[in-house]
């Protein structure tokens, strides 16, 4: 079992939608959460980062986390077309230095 | 806050040519570099990471080799590639905590 999934999509959804972006996770230890946009050809943009269990929010864009279900969401409110892109969830694989383990990716495409 | 420079953008080698891939970061001092492969279909796959100068971790052996000289500077080396050495190479370097800020990315081409 990889230790993040994430459904690849693609997901297309209308203009003004509200999208939720899924992955569950595996490992318990080291719970620090990320989500990062990636644009095509580009580096991926990190957008937000949680340690709690919760919700998130910065503008239009809320991060909640089920520790209990080990699965973490990001939600777009109003959708822009703007806001297609690939979108990476992470977490950190061990204190220390130690890298951020990647989801695949979902594919998001808000149609106008 | 920190800004990451990779170069060159794109490039394409002949299988067994060298590589160099240069990283670079401003606007911040001491940061843990990290180097990254991103393939399609099969996400970032972390490479190197590095605490310091001279210091460097491998996750995956393979031909290739990572170099840290100066404190922000990180580089990215083969002696011989591979056509599965394609990809695009991702740079990245902590921004406080876990967190991590990557660079815009060198897209490598083997043939």
């Known amino acids: 079992q990889k230790e993040v999934e994430q459904d690849p999509g693609p997901l297309s959804v209308p203009e003004g939608a509200i999208v939720s972006l899924n992955c569950t996770y595996s490992?318990?230890?080291?719970?620090?959460f990320m989500w990062y946009r990636q644009y095509s050809r580009k580096g991926p943009e990190l957008l937000m980062y949680t340690y709690s269990s919760g919700n998130k929010e910065d503008g239009r864009f809320t991060a909640q986390v089920d520790k209990s279900s080990k699965y973490i969401s990001l939600f777009i409110r109003d959708s822009q077309p703007s806001d297609s892109a690939t979108y990476l969830c992470?977490?950190?694989?061990?204190?220390?230095?130690?890298?951020?383990?990647f989801g695949k990716g979902t594919h998001l495409i808000i149609q106008p | 806050s920190q800004t990451i420079h990779q170069w060159p953008a794109t490039l394409v080698q002949p299988v067994g040519s060298p590589l160099s891939l240069e990283c670079t970061v401003e606007?911040?001092?001491?940061?843990?570099l990290y180097w990254y492969r991103q393939a399609a279909g099969r996400g970032l796959q972390l490479l190197f990471y590095s605490v310091g100068i001279g210091q460097i971790s491998s996750e995956v052996p393979q031909n290739l080799s990572a170099s840290r000289p100066q404190d922000r500077q990180f580089i990215l080396s083969s002696k011989k590639l591979l056509l599965s050495d394609s990809g695009f190479y991702l740079c990245?370097?902590?921004?406080?905590?876990?967190?991590?800020?990557f660079g815009p990315g060198t897209r490598l081409l083997v043939l």
């Open positions: 606007g911040t001092s001491n940061p843990n």
């Open positions: 990245a370097c902590t921004g406080g905590g876990e967190t991590q800020y």
């Open positions: 490992n318990s230890a080291f719970q620090y």
């Open positions: 992470a977490k950190n694989s061990g204190g220390g230095a130690d890298g951020l383990t």
